[in-house]
């Protein structure tokens, strides 16, 4: 028995989720046709799918797990359960019109024609606002639709805005905020239960080691306690004593965010002989 996770085949999400997978340390053989891909190091199947199906087949249970876009989970509005936000394919939902209107709040959008391909999300938000619009669904290039006279706002994807900004269009609202996540279905075996735990505590362990480094520095002994201070660690620091009478090696690890803002600390400290070394993994 496998556990089967569902991912883009191609397109933003896929390549973030095959390295998710591979950092893991799951290797994946992909089949001929790149339908179904198998593990041998870990019961787990996976299927390569378009990203808008992902959480309809998750739902049935034909695969267990997903790996989509927070916006697609809210769009199918399917009966899956989120297991675990991912941190990437950040971007959002927002509601755009060209930049010459003149837009003082979002009744502007009443009696208007929004292009979108996100009919649900929108027409909620509509709703909860009061606003009535007419949703113009599209798959695609949705960004066009006013200059064409589809459309005179549109309800899309922004990551940058510089789509926006090359068809003269302005952001005035934003209505949601996504990223990619775990999805599961809602009746998994106890067995799957177990595999989906082992894949989840993989990934947090892969989570937590990155951007941490393993440090190792020398100071006077004199200097240790205010050394010390400037690095925790996970549990405190291991000190060794140095061949040299008076002197300790400093072994902890740091996060690399943290490590320029003390390393003119540590120096003035006394510290010498700085050591910084990448670490493959960290379990707490
Ligand atoms: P498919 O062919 O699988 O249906 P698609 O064209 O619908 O693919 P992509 O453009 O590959 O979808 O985007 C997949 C997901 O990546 C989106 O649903 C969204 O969650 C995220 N995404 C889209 N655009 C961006 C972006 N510019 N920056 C970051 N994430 C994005
Ligand atoms: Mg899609």
């Known amino acids: 028995m496998s556990l089967r996770l569902a991912i883009q085949k191609s397109g933003r999400l896929s390549e973030k989720s095959l390295e998710l997978i591979a950092e893991c340390d799951i290797k994946i053989d992909q089949g001929k046709r790149k339908l179904i891909g198998v593990s041998n190091d870990y019961p787990l199947e996976i299927l390569y799918l378009r990203d808008d199906d992902i959480p309809q087949y998750v739902a049935d249970g034909v695969a267990d797990i997903g790996i989509v876009g927070e916006n697609e989970v809210m769009e199918k509005d399917k009966n899956v359960k989120i297991v675990k936000r991912l941190g990437f394919s950040k971007c959002r939902l927002s509601l755009a019109i060209p930049k010459d209107e003149d837009y003082q709040g979002v009744e502007w ?83 799957k239960q177990a595999l989906l735990d082992g894949l989840l505590f993989r990934i947090q362990t892969v989570q937590e080691s990155k951007g941490n480094k393993y440090i190792l520095l020398n100071a006077p002994n004199d200097k240790l306690p205010e050394i010390i201070k400037l690095l925790p660690g996970m549990k405190s620091p291991t000190i060794l004593p140095l061949h040299l009478e008076g002197w300790s090696s400093i072994h902890t690890v740091i996060n690399e965010k943290e490590f320029w803002g003390i390393i003119d600390k540590l120096k003035t400290h006394g510290a010498e002989g700085i050591l910084v070394i990448p670490i493959e993994k960290m379990i707490k």
């Open 109 to 191: 959008f009443n009696g208007k024609r929004i292009a979108t391909s996100y009919p649900h999300i929108l027409k909620n938000f509509l709703n909860e606002k009061g606003i009535k619009a007419d949703i113009e669904e599209i798959s695609g290039s949705v960004e066009i639709a006013p200059s064409i006279g589809l459309a005179e706002g549109i309800f899309d994807i922004v990551s940058s805005g510089s789509t926006l900004v090359s068809n003269r269009l302005k952001e005035v609202e934003i209505v949601m905020q996504s990223e990619a996540m775990i999805i599961s279905s809602k009746n998994l075996s106890a067995e």
